[in-house]
């Protein structure tokens, strides 16, 4: 207690002798946690160990195939280079040095001024990859083994605060490439006004039956619908002669395409008339094939386009529930 008592200030000392202070007793040391410390003890560790892990995984990816041929390309390009340099290259002058520079340019363009190179996944397995990010993040992170880098990777909370896998290409360069892509197909008017999405590498337009949800049942019968209804040319209302000659009079002789075309198919449309009625068929060829569901759903007696989507895509879940 002198010990103490003799650290104190001089006017603290004072006030104890004149019972004005009381000093309190020193503080307990905080009592001793058992067990190894923890690693990453916060959140916040935890991100920073998550995106050091990402950077060694995005260092390990490789590089595939390429569009571009470099080796042929870079001396034509160093060679208009130098063409610009020694000048006489505008537009409006014509001499050796710009037809020279003009047959390169055409030259890089045969050859593809742009290229593009896949990026492709590390050829290493998910624990060689665990060891290596423990073995280097090591001074980082003193104790981080390779059990922890498994879990940290494995903890979907941390994906939205890490960078893109280098290998994976962010949605809106998909949705580019492919409007790209589209571009030279279509008409820049037409591409503006639909939408397009690739199925088995191939572009196409997204219909009305894209945009409602379905399962993955209801819409394969959909489009089987689909397929058969185009394959047996229901929106063809043409008429040919009945054994190559016309008959004059009241026109017998001509006969209607889409009768025969239904007739040879007509085991199929039996089987729907079964299970939904003439009724259901014809409502299923005007949502599917040749309205929308918005226009079928006017017959449905609705006040607003809204409801008569809503109705007519019930009534189209229950007719796709019920056809074979």
């Known amino acids: 207690m002198l010990t103490a008592f003799a650290q104190l200030p001089a006017e603290h ?31 916040t560790e935890r991100i920073r160990a998550a995106q050091a892990i990402r950077k060694i995984e995005n260092s390990l990816a490789r590089e595939g195939e390429t569009t571009g041929n470099p080796a042929a390309l870079k001396p034509i390009l160093n060679r208009i280079g130098r063409l610009h340099d020694k000048g006489g290259v ?67 909370r941390l994906e939205e605060f890490l960078p893109q896998p280098a290998w994976v290409l962010p949605e809106w360069e998909k949705k580019a490439a492919l409007r790209f892509r589209a571009g030279k197909l279509l008409t820049p ?89 003439l009724r259901g068929l014809q409502f299923l060829r005007a949502a599917l094939w040749e309205y929308d569901l918005t226009d079928a759903g006017w017959t449905l007696a609705a006040s607003s386009p809204e409801e008569a989507r809503h109705l007519a895509l019930n009534l189209l879940r229950r007719l796709l529930d019920r056809i074979p």
């Not at 689909?226 to 000659?245: E, K, M, V």
């Not at 008959?247 to 089987?271: C, E, M, P, T, W």
């Open 189 to 277: 008017e037409y591409l503006a006004k639909i939408e397009v999405t690739e199925r088995r590498g191939l572009i196409t337009v997204l219909d009305d039956l894209d945009r409602i949800s379905l399962s993955s049942e209801q819409y394969r019968k959909a489009r089987e619908f689909q397929s058969h209804c185009y394959a047996l040319g229901i929106r063809n209302n043409a008429l040919t002669l009945r054994g190559g000659s016309a008959v004059s009079g009241n026109g017998q002789g001509f006969q209607n395409l889409v009768l025969s075309k239904i007739g040879r198919g007509d085991a199929y449309n039996r089987a729907i008339i079964a299970r939904v009625g």
């Open 13 to 43: 000392r004072f006030l104890f002798a004149l019972g004005l202070l009381v000093p309190d007793d020193p503080p307990e040391p905080p009592p001793r946690s058992r067990g190894r410390p923890p690693v990453l003890a916060s959140f």
């Open 90 to 156: 505008l537009p409006f002058q014509i001499n050796r040095h710009s037809l020279e520079a003009g047959r390169l340019s055409t030259e890089a363009d045969r050859l593809g001024r742009f290229h593009s190179t896949e990026i492709l996944k590390p050829t290493e397995s998910e624990p060689e990859i665990n060891k290596l990010a423990a073995k280097q993040l090591a001074p980082q992170f003193p104790g981080l083994t390779d059990r922890m880098v498994r879990s940290i990777r494995g903890d979907e």
